[in-house]
């Protein structure tokens, strides 16, 4: 028996003792969901980083964890909404009534999240209803609309009424850095996002003309692309300070990581998914058998975990520059003053009955948690 085949037989010894260890406490998490038992489990997976291997317990674990988001959270005393589905923080906006705010939206995704929403006028009538009752069927019924997983944001604000928004995109989205002022514009049977500069490169449809009655509601759409030369910084800065010193954050976990398709056509010639940099596509191994001295899976273990963990450390380092920007802003005395934070993951379940919660896996299973983690870890450390 040669050395090498020794050794991996004891890693596959204690590698079975770790799972079954690990599937124990999983069937436990699930019937208790002990958040003790969550951390316990999660501090495991970090302190081994073996992402590869350990590719399905990180799933198993995310699945679990999705349970803790239904529990109204903050961070310092900033309000923050966690979902598996971006569509799904209208409800979460509603509830807080942000036409009160006269503050910036600031977010950082990897897709626009305007499209079209069916009987979308029956939005802002759901929301005045809440406001008038209180009750919480409207919101419901307004979600109910919003099913659409790319209607997160035209959802809130055809709803809550128009902001300013700065979209920050990452450096693997091609379109160009534009800014138009909008309008919303009620078509009887559906409302609609209308630039006033006709002919703009713009997600939403165009019109030439502003009626009257909306021309007091003119906002500002900014896309800001986030590259290495910061010069971005100065541009968020005053388009926030238009409106304050407090703008709502919104991120989308496919900022850091998109499991799209490669291209570099624009979304208007192409409007299809995005993949970002260094994408590791997520791939099953039949690992090595001990007693099966032939077998090559390992090799291929060897590159898959090479390539994932070349990904994961340019994920740490989109995280750091993030909270790097986050960081200028508050020392500039900007900080949200509501937060939303979308996976945009694949998982079984949702509160949301009519969302689609097995499709549109931008981030991937096996990455959602660590993402979700260090982001809200670093969010608590920063506010």
């Known amino acids: 028996m040669n050395v ?26 699930s019937k208790t969901h002990s958040k003790a038992l969550f951390d316990k489990l999660l501090n495991s997976l970090l302190k081994r980083k073996k992402f590869t291997i350990d590719q399905h317990l990180w799933e198993m674990l995310y699945y679990e964890s999705v349970y803790f988001y239904k529990t109204p959270s903050k961070i310092n005393d900033i309000p923050i909404c966690y979902v598996t589905k971006h569509n799904q923080i209208l409800s979460f906006y509603m509830a807080k009534k942000i036409h009160k705010l006269n503050c910036t939206i600031v977010r950082f995704d990897t897709h626009s999240d305007l499209n079209e ?75 609609s996002l209308n630039s006033i500069d006709e002919g703009s490169e713009f997600d939403m449809n165009l019109s030439s003309k502003v009626p009257t009655k909306y021309k007091n509601d003119l906002k500002i759409y900014q896309k800001v692309q986030i590259n290495s030369k910061r010069n971005y910084l100065k541009k968020i800065k005053d388009l926030i300070m238009k409106n304050g010193n407090e703008y ?61 963990n070349i990904e994961i450390k ?6 750091k520059e993030f909270i790097s920007l986050l960081r200028h802003l508050k020392n500039y005395n900007l900080v949200p003053c509501l937060i939303s934070m979308s996976d945009s993951s694949n998982v079984m379940f949702s509160d949301c009955i009519n969302c689609n919660t097995i499709s549109n896996g931008y981030v991937p299973s096996n990455l959602a948690l660590y993402i979700h983690n260090k982001v809200v870890n670093k969010l608590k450390e920063l506010f």
């Open 248 to 308: 709502i954050l919104d991120i989308d976990l496919d900022y850091f990581v998109c499991n799209g398709d490669k291209f570099t056509k624009s979304y208007f010639e192409q409007p299809f998914d995005l993949q970002s940099f260094y994408r590791a596509k997520t791939k099953y191994i039949n690992q090595n058998m001990p007693r099966n001295t032939n077998d090559t899976s390992s090799d291929e273990l060897k590159a898959y975990e090479k390539k994932v």
């Open 117 to 191: 929403i069916k009987e979308s006028n029956k939005l802002p009538y759901l929301y005045e209803k809440f406001l008038d009752t209180g009750d919480k069927k409207y919101i419901n019924k307004a979600q109910d609309l919003v099913w659409d997983i790319g209607a997160a944001k035209s959802g809130v604000i055809m709803a809550t009424g128009s902001k300013d928004i700065i979209w920050c995109l990452p450096l693997w989205v091609p379109d160009k850095e534009i800014k138009v002022e909008y309008f919303i514009k009620d078509n009887k049977k559906s409302l």
């Open 4 to 29: 090498e085949f020794l050794y991996r037989m004891i890693a596959k010894r204690d590698y079975d003792n770790f799972i079954n260890s690990f599937s124990k406490d999983i069937v436990k998490l």
């Open 314 to 319: 340019k994920i740490n380092k989109r995280i």
